[in-house]
């Protein structure tokens, strides 16, 4: 087994505690709503949300992929800081063991953060991952968290 990381950095107009409770917190109830087309419903199936919950990501009739499950394995309200595991999905293929998030949002004033993704791939025997494989995930990843901190900053009232 293998593994490869790769870091990304965007800024946000959005505070990092909002962008951290929409985002991390409540992403079960706001992410389906706003991008329906992608994602039907994510559901705590174990755990209350906290550490060691497990998460099932259902996807979209459409969409390439039909679930996934993520497993919270720190969760920091103090640094504004998750890491969660991709355990289990059709995402993961014959290629993948899992993969490992880091996600922190760090202040860079009272209205706006810097969102940190680190994103750790452990790859079955010898497979060996490239960046530019990777790509059009990182982009939607980063599309995601867009449309939130779009949706935050034109509902200023919340998650404040």
Not at 16 to 21: P, Q, V
Not at 110 to 119: A, D, P
């Amino acid at each position: 087994m293998g593994v490869t990381s790769f870091t990304r950095e965007f800024n946000c107009q959005v505070s990092a505690a909002r962008m951290f409770k929409a985002l991390i917190l409540d992403s079960h109830n706001l992410v389906p709503k706003l991008i329906p087309q992608v994602i039907k419903s994510i559901d705590i199936i174990l755990g209350d949300g906290g550490r060691g919950s497990i998460k099932q990501i259902n996807f979209s009739e459409g969409t390439y992929f039909k679930y996934m499950k993520n497993r919270i394995d720190v969760i920091d309200f103090e640094n504004l800081m998750c890491n969660y595991t991709l355990f289990e999905g059709d995402m993961l293929v014959d290629k993948l063991e899992s993969i490992s998030y880091k996600i922190k949002f760090e202040p860079l004033s009272e209205e706006k953060c810097v969102c940190k993704v680190t994103s750790q791939y452990f790859t079955s025997h010898d497979f060996e991952i490239k960046e530019e494989q990777l790509r059009g995930a990182k982009e939607r990843v980063v599309g995601m968290y867009k449309i939130v901190e779009a949706y935050l900053f034109e509902n200023p009232a919340a998650y404040s």
